[in-house]
């Protein structure tokens, strides 16, 4: 059974950093792209970042800039660091792998609490 969990989530003031963590458990094959979500109270789930196995990355325009998503395929993890914060970053961040050349997620984790006090 594959699972996704993330760490790294917390409090912090604006304009400080976090450092998301996502790693899998189990066996996954074909990992295609890894990426995360965020959900803010009352709104939908939203892209921030995706990074495709063949390295290309996409980043929601409020981001770009100030976050930044990397992988180890080794350690079949993905990370999110996130400088600059904002309170509007406020959410929970979910992070989400795909299979092949889908984009669609195919596993998602938990899910984190990043709050940014201004």
């Known amino acids: 059974q594959v699972q996704l969990v993330e760490s790294g989530g917390g409090l912090v003031q604006a304009g400080g950093s976090l450092r998301l963590s996502c790693a899998a458990s189990?066996?996954?094959?074909?990992?295609?792209?890894m990426g995360w979500y965020r959900q803010a109270p009352g709104k939908q789930r939203e892209l921030v970042a995706r990074l495709t196995s063949g390295g290309s990355t996409n980043y929601a325009d409020s981001v770009k800039g100030r976050f930044t998503i990397s992988r180890d395929n080794a350690k079949i993890t993905v990370y999110l660091q996130m400088n600059s914060l904002k309170p509007e970053d406020t959410a929970v961040y979910y992070c989400?792998?795909?299979?092949?050349?889908?984009?669609?997620?195919?596993?998602w984790g938990q899910g984190t609490q990043v709050s940014v006090s201004p």
């Open positions: 989400s792998f795909s299979i092949g050349y889908e984009l669609s997620p195919r596993y």
């Open positions: 189990g066996i996954i094959f074909n990992i295609g792209a």
